[in-house]
């Protein structure tokens, strides 16, 4: 989810959203009370509500609701698991090196030359070569066409047939050559040898003398022990000898990758104490409580009865208590619906149907209902309400059923039809995408089917959004190009 949210920031949307339902017009005409029995958190709530760094905020507001809280049986200790682990993974020497190494070489564009994208034109490198060398091979074409050495110490020797000759170097020649030109010390470069002997060690296929008169293409292994070494940080400050580094497309998106692993690591754990935290308070205030597990009876699903035992125990212990399942997750939302889960396996049909007579009396519901629960009962207001369904969004739920944020958007952002703001060209995108979304395992007829309830449920209330919205100069010739755009893409999807 952070990942989905850093990639929408930056417009790249090169992440896969997560699917947390898919609402069909029944369950969104059910317009049930959430808040109104009591609510039973499962691990999706309470990952929403950490990842969206709400958890004291909507406990405060459900207080005055009074709502009967309940956390998931063993739900503090899988928190404490989950952070345990978060702590082991975090290795923030290791992590922390990607991001500074990033932002040392953002800082010194006056010598470092950051290539985004791949050269234009016809491949210069062969067929052969290319599938040889592989992704890196996107960033050998900018070394050939720039002139530039490629410095990389971990390059197969048996691809240097592919290069021009000369264009490969090692650490070990580059490092001789700072030292031959004066740039560092000779005591300087023992040491670098003797500390970092796999980079800087004289290598006997690669001892030949190097100039300094071209550019420097390095792959991000070789940047990460130049920085290590301490010799990146004296090489960007430039000066007189000093060659110009490019840094090619391939090592660059793959050193913003590893830099965003280590800054999602660091806030999933700070979000994850925090939760935790926010929780223990709660509970020793008394205002919530963890839930004990509930008997599940056996209800002939074969092997899908161990699959399934965590989703039947939650709802187990709702029908126990006569409490709603609040819950983010597609499977328990599905197993819910008559329209089943996405496979299109018949064999499902009566399990499915067995589960939903057992727990008929159970309702489930989403972070988004809740939230419009609680502003209903006049404890959030319509406008954080909308705000917290747009981060949803941003941070990639999908499907949601959108009015409240949507009706919070055209508030906030007007509508023009010659030139829609941001939000309005990624909502609309967003809803061509719904039936793509679908796993690409389920069958064309249910992709479809689902596809097409869901569209109808969200498309009929953002078009009775478009009409009842009370927004200064939204003028109706603006709000029937917003609800035709709209109608469009059911259209298509019908059609389709």
């Given at each position: 989810?952070?990942?989905?949210?850093?990639?929408?920031?930056?417009?790249?949307?090169?992440?896969?959203?997560?699917?947390?339902?898919?609402?069909?017009i029944?369950?969104?005409?059910?317009?049930?009370?959430?808040?109104?029995?009591?609510?039973l958190?499962?691990?999706?709530?309470?990952?929403?509500?950490?990842?969206?760094?709400?958890v004291?905020?909507?406990?405060?507001?459900?207080?005055?609701?009074?709502?009967?809280?309940?956390?998931?049986?063993?739900?503090?200790?899988?928190?404490?698991?989950?952070?345990?682990?978060?702590?082991?993974?975090?290795?923030?020497?290791?992590?922390?090196?990607?991001?500074?190494?990033?932002?040392?070489?953002?800082?010194?564009?006056?010598?470092?030359?950051?290539?985004?994208?791949?050269?234009?034109?016809?491949?210069?490198?062969?067929?052969?070569?290319?599938?040889?060398v592989?992704?890196i091979?996107?960033?050998?074409?900018?070394?050939?066409?720039?002139q530039?050495?490629?410095?990389?110490?971990?390059?197969?020797?048996?691809?240097?047939?592919?290069?021009?000759?000369?264009?490969c170097?090692?650490?070990?020649?580059?490092?001789?050559?700072?030292?031959?030109?004066?740039?560092?010390?000779?005591?300087?470069?023992?040491?670098?040898?003797?500390?970092?002997?796999?980079?800087?060690?004289?290598?006997?296929?690669?001892?030949?003398?190097?100039?300094?008169?071209?550019?420097?293409?390095?792959?991000?292994?070789?940047?990460?022990?130049?920085?290590?070494?301490?010799?990146?940080?004296?090489?960007?400050?430039?000066?007189?000898?000093?060659?110009r580094?490019?840094?090619?497309?391939?090592?660059?998106?793959?050193?913003?990758?590893?830099?965003?692993?280590?800054?999602?690591?660091?806030?999933?754990?700070?979000?994850?104490?925090?939760?935790?935290?926010?929780?223990?308070?709660?509970?020793?205030?008394?205002?919530?409580?963890?839930?004990?597990?509930?008997?599940?009876?056996?209800?002939?699903?074969a092997?899908?009865?161990?699959?399934?035992?965590?989703?039947?125990?939650?709802?187990?212990?709702?029908?126990?208590?006569?409490?709603?399942?609040?819950?983010?997750?597609?499977?328990?939302?599905?197993?819910?619906?008559?329209?089943?889960?996405?496979?299109?396996?018949?064999?499902?049909?009566?399990?499915?149907?067995?589960?939903?007579?057992?727990?008929?009396?159970?309702?489930?519901?989403?972070?988004?209902?809740?939230?419009?629960?609680?502003?209903?009962?006049?404890?959030?207001?319509?406008?954080?309400?909308?705000?917290?369904?747009?981060?949803?969004?941003?941070?990639?739920?999908?499907?949601?059923?959108?009015?409240?944020a949507?009706?919070?958007?055209?508030?906030?952002?007007?509508?023009?039809?010659?030139?829609?703001?941001?939000?309005?060209?990624?909502?609309?995108?967003?809803?061509?995408?719904?039936?793509?979304?679908?796993?690409?395992?389920?069958?064309?007829?249910?992709?479809?089917?689902?596809?097409?309830?869901?569209?109808?449920?969200?498309?009929?209330?953002?078009?009775?959004?478009?009409?009842?919205?009370?927004?200064?100069?939204?003028?109706?010739?603006?709000?029937?190009?917003?609800?035709?755009?709209?109608?469009?893409?059911?259209?298509?999807?019908?059609?389709?």
């Amino acid at each position: 989810m952070a990942v989905f949210h850093l990639s929408w920031q930056s417009g790249t949307l090169s992440e896969k959203p997560l699917l947390v339902d898919l609402p069909s017009i029944r369950s969104v005409l059910d317009n049930i009370d959430p808040i109104r029995n009591g609510l039973l958190l499962d691990m999706t709530a309470i990952l929403t509500l950490g990842t969206l760094e709400v958890v004291r905020e909507i406990l405060e507001a459900l207080r005055p609701a009074h709502c009967p809280i309940y956390l998931f049986p063993g739900c503090m200790g899988w928190l404490d698991r989950e952070i345990s682990l978060l702590q082991t993974d975090q290795l923030p020497q290791y992590r922390q090196r990607f991001q500074q190494l990033q932002e040392l070489l953002q800082r010194a564009r006056a010598i470092v030359e950051i290539r985004n994208e791949p050269v234009s034109g016809d491949s210069l490198l062969s067929e052969t070569a290319r599938e040889a060398v592989g992704m890196i091979g996107v960033d050998l074409e900018h070394a050939i066409v720039a002139q530039a050495y490629y410095l990389d110490d971990y390059f197969e020797l048996d691809n240097l047939a592919h290069l021009p000759e000369g264009m490969c170097i090692s650490s070990a020649q580059t490092l001789a050559a700072l030292v031959r030109h004066g740039m560092v010390r000779p005591e300087d470069a023992i040491r670098i040898q003797r500390e970092h002997p796999e980079t800087f060690g004289n290598r006997a296929d690669r001892l030949e003398p190097i100039s300094l008169n071209r550019p420097v293409l390095m792959a991000e292994p070789t940047l990460l022990a130049w920085y290590e070494a301490g010799l990146l940080n004296q090489w960007v400050q430039g000066g007189e000898g000093w060659p110009r580094i490019i840094v090619g497309p391939w090592t660059w998106s793959s050193l913003i990758a590893d830099a965003t692993e280590g800054l999602v690591y660091r806030e999933a754990l700070q979000r994850a104490e925090a939760t935790r935290e926010a929780l223990k308070e709660a509970m020793c205030q008394g205002f919530i409580q963890e839930c004990p597990a509930a008997p599940v009876v056996s209800m002939d699903l074969a092997r899908l009865q161990e699959a399934w035992a965590p989703a039947l125990m939650l709802f187990a212990t709702a029908k126990e208590r006569n409490l709603v399942v609040w819950t983010d997750d597609l499977f328990l939302r599905l197993i819910t619906d008559r329209r089943g889960l996405l496979s299109e396996d018949a064999a499902f049909r009566p399990l499915e149907e067995r589960v939903r007579s057992v727990f008929a009396g159970v309702m489930v519901a989403g972070t988004e209902a809740v939230l419009h629960s609680l502003t209903q009962a006049g404890v959030l207001s319509e406008l954080r309400e909308g705000q917290l369904v747009w981060s949803m969004i941003a941070h990639g739920y999908r499907v949601l059923r959108l009015r409240q944020a949507f009706r919070w958007r055209l508030q906030q952002v007007p509508y023009t039809p010659d030139s829609p703001a941001i939000p309005y060209r990624q909502l609309l995108r967003d809803l061509k995408q719904v039936v793509r979304w679908i796993p690409e395992g389920v069958g064309a007829d249910r992709r479809a089917m689902f596809g097409r309830t869901t569209l109808v449920a969200i498309i009929t209330g953002l078009i009775a959004e478009v009409w009842a919205a009370e927004v200064p100069g939204f003028s109706d010739a603006h709000r029937r190009h917003l609800a035709d755009a709209l109608l469009h893409i059911f259209e298509e999807a019908m059609e389709g």
